[in-house]
């Protein structure tokens, strides 16, 4: 397409897998028309923190693909060095949940005494922990964001 032609566009699980996710907003950015709008979704750096107690379980940490991770702060300063504006960093309490779920079955997989503790553990872990995800996800510092920008 011409550049400039489009109004939106979506960088959807992309930025985390690039050594270099400014180019990457970059061109998206040259697609935009002026008041555009990019639609991006990460694993956040809020994700990554979290998960450290789960080690290489970690649904989201998936090494050496991810390369990049991004709070709200450090994908807003991409997204402006790229010219577009942040408008919103959403984290979706079921995509915190579904991590914390995998990564729990990732660990519960790797030895049959580990699966049936797994199942309990998940069954307890999905009950207790509910609350606090909730939380971090309306704090936007859950697992994975669904971020708006806006070309300047």
Request: with cysteine; proline share 4%; glycine share 8%.
């Amino acid at each position: 397409a011409p550049q400039g032609d489009h109004i939106e566009g979506a960088v959807w699980s992309v930025l985390e897998h690039l050594s270099n996710p400014l180019e990457a907003l970059v061109t998206t950015c040259s697609y935009l028309k002026v008041g555009g709008v990019a639609f991006i979704q990460i694993p956040t750096l809020y994700g990554v923190q979290q998960g450290r107690q789960f080690r290489q379980y970690w649904a989201l940490l998936d090494l050496p693909r991810h390369l990049s991770f991004f709070g709200r702060e450090g994908l807003a300063d991409l997204c402006d060095k790229a010219g577009m504006k942040l408008i919103a960093f959403k984290t979706p309490l079921l995509e915190t949940a579904w991590c914390y779920y995998a990564s729990i079955s990732n660990y519960a997989c790797h030895s049959r005494v580990r699966r049936m503790l797994g199942v309990l553990s998940l069954t307890l872990l999905s009950v207790l922990s509910l609350p606090l995800m909730a939380v971090r996800a309306l704090r936007g510092h859950g697992t994975e964001a669904f971020a708006v920008a806006v070309k300047r």
